[in-house]
């Protein structure tokens, strides 16, 4: 298992939680609540956070299709979901960098991935919308990384390392060529619009407290190394950036606001 991933996904749980839109999850479990059992598809499940937080809003018979390149991160997930009523969940490791297999889909009343369309490309959004437009797949894409994010109190070269982060974030993440990135959210509006659906998102930023200590911190480690990874020639700025900010996690008085949007879409009946 990927380690360090697993312990980022446990860490963000809580503020994904307290993110998320609660109207649009709403809004797309009346868009299923007829069915019995809805047949759910989690693309990316990782620890299965999006399971956890969505099934309680679903009718109470499910069918989970849960899909992950990474078979412990799943493992976990399965292990963590059990003994959940009637909420039957399959596991399946597959690296979803094409979107081929059509069975995936077949069946699907819901299509939904947390976290995700940051790091995949326009073109595997579109066969995305595609598979789900086949199937009349409602989809809810909670969590999106939008580029738009602040930290409390501010450093000069904030912006900066901000900019060289929103470029790693273009970077081919191995889902279907160069990253949308923090454009996810706006591309996938268009595409499934263009694909026939009625599209709503909402602002779901993640709002970082001060006693956020250890996710804080290692959100910022992620940031700097990501800004290097893009100008290797800022790496003193950037460390020395890195050295205020964890001061300021370390005295409790860092505050960081992360840019998110959360996108649902219906086919039209
Ligand atoms: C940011 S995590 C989100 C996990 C989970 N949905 C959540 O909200 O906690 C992205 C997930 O996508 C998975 N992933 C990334 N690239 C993948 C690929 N090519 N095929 C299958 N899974 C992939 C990772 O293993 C990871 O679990």
Redesign the pocket.
Known sequence: M?ES?ST??AL??PA?FAARSLTLTRAIAKAVAARDPVHVL?????????VRYLSPHLPPRQRWLV????PA?LAHASALMAGRGDCRIEARQ????SLDDRGLFSGRHLVT????LD?VSESWLSTLAGRCREVGAAVLF??NYNGRSRCSPEEPEDAMVLDLMNRHQHTD???GGPAAGPDAAAHAMTIFADAGYDVRSERTDWMLEPREREFQRRLIEGWAEAAMAIDSGSAARVTDWLGRRLAHVAAGCSHIVVGHDDVAAWAPR
């Open positions: 990927n991933l980022w996904l963000r749980e994904d989690d693309l990316g499940t990782g620890r299965g956070s999006n899909v992950d390149r990474d991160l597959m690296d979803l960098g991935a947390s976290a995700l790091l909670p969590l993440k191995g889902l």
